[in-house]
C-alpha cells in the first residue's frame, strides 16, 4: 500500500540520494555508536544509518509508517522504533546504558522549534544532533547579534550548543516538495554553558521576555524587570534594542533582574 504524506504530521519525505549520501557522509555513523533518528517516515536515512551502525533507535508519530520500516530494514541491523511523539518523548530514557545519544532527522517544519527547545532539556546526554529543517529556522539558530534574523531561538540554542549550518536542500528532492528551502545543520551540546543548569529556564523566560516585542527598547521591554539605571550601570544603553545585545549582554541583565527583585 502506497503510503500518502499526511499534512497534519508535517510530512515532507526526503527521496534524493545523493542528498542523503551527503547527510550520511557529515553525520558519518559509526558501530557502537547510540543513533536515534526522529521522523524515520519511509526510512530513506533510516536505512543508510543501520547500515552504516548496526543499530538505531527510531521515533515515530505515523503508525502506519512502523510495519513497512520494520519489514525493509530488518536485513540491516537492529532497529528499535518508539511509536511515540517526539515533541514529549524523554530522550534520557534511551541514554541509560551511558552511551552519549547521537540524533538525527528531518524534523516536521511546524513542530521544528518546540522540539529544539525540547531536545535543549536533554543536552547533557546528546553528543551531538544532525537536522533537516526550513532553512530560515537554520538562519535564525546561527544568526549573530545585529541581524535581523536574531532572536530566543538563536541566543538558547547558542548558549547550550555549537551551530552550524552545513548546506541547502531544493524543495524537490522531497516528496511532496515544501515550498520552502531546507538547510541541515549540526548541533553540538557544549561542554561548560555560561550559566549552572539551575538558571537556564529562568533565564529562557527572560530572554522571551525581553524579545517580546523586537521595536521597542530594553527599557520598555524590561521595565518590570530591570531598571534603565541598572541597565546603563552594566553599560548597556537602555534605548537599544534586545537583538543587538549578545549573549553575555543579555545573562548580565538577567543577573541584574534577579538581584533587583
Known amino acids: 500500500m502506497i503510503h500518502r504524506p499526511r499534512k497534519r504530521f ?23 555508536q547510540h543513533l536515534v533518528e526522529i521522523g524515520p517516515g519511509q526510512g530513506a536515512l533510516t536505512r543508510g544509518l543501520l547500515q552504516r551502525a548496526g543499530e538505531l533507535d527510531a521515533i ?11 519489514h525493509k530494514c530488518a536485513p540491516l541491523g537492529t532497529l528499535r522504533l518508539h511509536s511515540a511523539d517526539a515533541l514529549t518523548f524523554d ?26 527547545f525540547h ?34 531561538l538563536s541566543v538558547m540554542l547558542q548558549l ?8 541547502d536542500i531544493g524543495p524537490a528532492s522531497f516528496d511532496p516538495p515544501p515550498k520552502v528551502v531546507s538547510s541541515v545543520v549540526r548541533l553540538r ?35 518590570e524587570l530591570v531598571d534603565a539605571d541598572r541597565i546603563s550601570a552594566l553599560g548597556i544603553d537602555p534605548g ?12 548580565r541583565l538577567h543577573q541584574a533582574a534577579g538581584r533587583q527583585g
Open 10 to 32: 508535517g510530512q515532507n519525505f526526503l527521496h534524493d540520494q545523493s542528498v542523503i549520501e551527503r547527510i550520511l557522509v557529515h553525520v558519518d555513523p559509526q558501530p557502537g
Open 60 to 70: 515515530e508519530l505515523d503508525r502506519d509508517l512502523l510495519e513497512p520500516l520494520r
Open 91 to 116: 530522550f534520557r530514557s534511551l541514554a541509560d546504558d551511558g552511551r552519549p545519544l547521537r540524533l538525527v532527522g528531518n524534523l516536521p517544519y511546524n513542530i521544528s522549534t518546540p522540539l529544539l
Open 119 to 152: 531536545l535543549l532539556e536533554h543536552a547533557d546526554v546528546i553528543d551531538d544532533m544532525h537536522f533537516m529543517l526550513q532553512k530560515e529556522v537554520v538562519d535564525r539558530m546561527a544568526a549573530t547579534p545585529g541581524t535581523k534574523a536574531y532572536g530566543r
Open 160 to 167: 547550550m550548543c555549537e551551530v552550524t549550518p552545513l548546506f
Open 189 to 223: 551540546p557544549l561542554a561548560h554553558i555560561r550559566l549552572d543548569s539551575a538558571e537556564i529556564a529562568a533565564f529562557g523566560a527572560f530572554v522571551a521576555r525581553a524579545f517580546a516585542h523586537r521595536r521597542k527598547t530594553l527599557r520598555n521591554n524590561l521595565k
Open 240 to 251: 537599544c534594542r534586545s537583538e543587538t545585545l549578545s549573549i553575555d549582554d543579555l545573562i
